[in-house]
């Protein structure tokens, strides 16, 4: 297994083009979370889902943006008529939850930096 | 309010020495979990060490330990002997209440460079 993997690693698009990245988690993991991370900032949570079900979306998340994990495995997350406030870098996290139990760490993809010019 | 404070920007450190990364944090929640990441140049993060709000000890992995102050509601990285590949952005971050359904909250990091 070679951990979290995301794709592309860069994006450049023009203002008002659509863009899609992709996340493939760590085999097995249940969890799988988007975050992004603008420069000089933390990570900032944006969606979340178990297996195939989307539990959880920030206020970050306007309706330009949508993710899907269709089958439970890989997920896409799709930012529609992108603004340059779009730019940043879009952290995909994979963690395994047995069910009704704890889970301690995320293990993050290298990211994509997408750049909206 | 910020739920994670970092207060140092960016830190400066000899090569073999140990140095400490500050962390406060802000939480009502009795349950909560503590976490320290280190983001290289390269984007990726990478899981340092974690602490339950419950646990008794602190948490330490290899040369990295975690400076738990519940009544100050501080969780410090301490890493001893730094090597030149330390040098990276380092973040701390908690999750509550801590369960696995609760996505983590980040500060904004300290960046530290290491000096051969």
């Known amino acids: 297994d070679t951990g979290v993997s995301q794709d592309p690693r860069h994006k450049i698009t023009k203002r008002g083009q659509n863009v899609t990245f992709r996340c493939d988690p760590i085999s097995e993991h249940n969890r799988l979370y988007w975050y992004r991370q603008t420069l000089g900032q933390g990570p900032e949570f944006l969606t979340y889902?178990?297996?195939?079900?989307?539990?959880?979306k920030s206020r970050l998340l306007s309706d330009r943006f949508s993710a899907e994990r269709p089958k439970g495995s890989f997920s896409t997350l799709e930012i529609q008529r992108t603004e340059q406030g779009d730019s940043a870098m879009y952290l995909c996290?994979?963690?395994?939850?047995?069910?009704?139990?704890?889970?301690?760490?995320?293990?993050f993809g290298p990211g994509t930096r997408l750049t909206v010019t | 309010a910020q739920k994670i404070t970092q207060t140092q920007p960016g830190m400066f450190v000899q090569e073999k020495e140990a140095v400490t990364l500050d962390c406060t944090y802000d939480?009502?929640?009795?349950?909560?979990?503590l976490f320290w990441y280190k983001q290289p140049s390269s984007g990726e993060m990478i899981f340092l060490i974690y602490?339950?709000?419950?646990?008794?000890q602190n948490a330490t992995e290899g040369r990295y330990s975690l400076n738990f102050q519940k009544a100050r509601k501080s969780a410090n990285l301490v890493i001893s002997a730094s090597q030149l590949g330390d040098s990276a952005m380092y973040f701390c971050?908690?999750?509550?209440?801590?369960?696995?359904?609760?996505?983590?909250?980040f500060g904004k990091g300290t960046r530290l460079s290491v000096i051969a």
């Open positions: 971050a908690m999750r509550e209440p801590n369960s696995g359904n609760t996505p983590l909250v």
């Open positions: 939480t009502s929640d009795p349950s909560y979990g």
């Open positions: 889902f178990q297996n195939e079900a989307q539990l959880e």
């Open positions: 996290a994979s963690s395994l939850t047995p069910d009704g139990g704890p889970t301690y760490e995320q293990y």
């Open positions: 602490q339950g709000s419950y646990d008794q």
